[in-house]
């Protein structure tokens, strides 16, 4: 019994180690997008999936692990670590139960660090939109047609105050 315990802490661990990864990552997708840095962006996103493909197979094997130890003890399956972790052999219940919270409060952080990417991300892709309208012909025409060719109106595209 104390060997699938020893698992589940190991899964946890590794869990632990994965999402501080992936934070990591997200800082840097951060501060490339406030650079705009197209080069560390894509850098970042590739280390993001990668250990964000990894963090979700550690993640189903602590579930395995989890229901494995649910059967053991005739818990329902889906127990939860806390009720799993109460029935761990001395010390190892709370370093289980700190490994929980360690790890949910880095996944909290994730978050809010994903979602201010998020808000990031989408103010700039307005941005762009802004500067692409500006390069647009009058009447809402494209610069370039849908046949890739350039279509002229014989408009002039007026972007400046020329009465100064």
């Keep these: 019994m104390h060997e699938i315990f020893a698992k589940l802490e190991e899964v946890l661990r590794q869990e632990h180690r994965l999402a501080g990864r992936l934070l990591d990552a997200a800082r840097q997708q951060n501060a490339a997008l406030r650079r ?19 963090l979700q197979e550690a993640e189903q094997l602590r579930r ?16 939860v670590l806390s009720d799993i972790a109460e029935r761990a052999p001395g010390e190892m219940s709370s ?19 994903v979602r201010t990417n998020n808000l990031l991300s989408h103010n700039a892709l307005r941005f762009n939109e802004a500067v692409l309208g500006l390069f647009r012909r009058a009447g809402g025409a494209a610069t370039y047609g849908q046949n890739g060719r350039v279509q002229d109106s014989g408009k002039l595209l007026s972007t400046l105050n020329k009465s100064v």
Excluded: H, T
Aim: net charge negative; charged share 30%.
């Design 36 to 54: 705009n840095d197209l080069a560390g962006l894509n850098e970042a996103l590739a280390q993001m999936e990668e250990a964000g493909s990894k």
């Design 64 to 79: 395995d692990v989890l229901d494995r130890l649910a059967g053991e003890f005739a818990l329902p399956p889906g127990a």
């Design 95 to 113: 370093r289980l139960l700190s490994l929980g919270r360690k790890l949910r409060q880095l996944l909290e952080e994730l978050q809010e660090v």
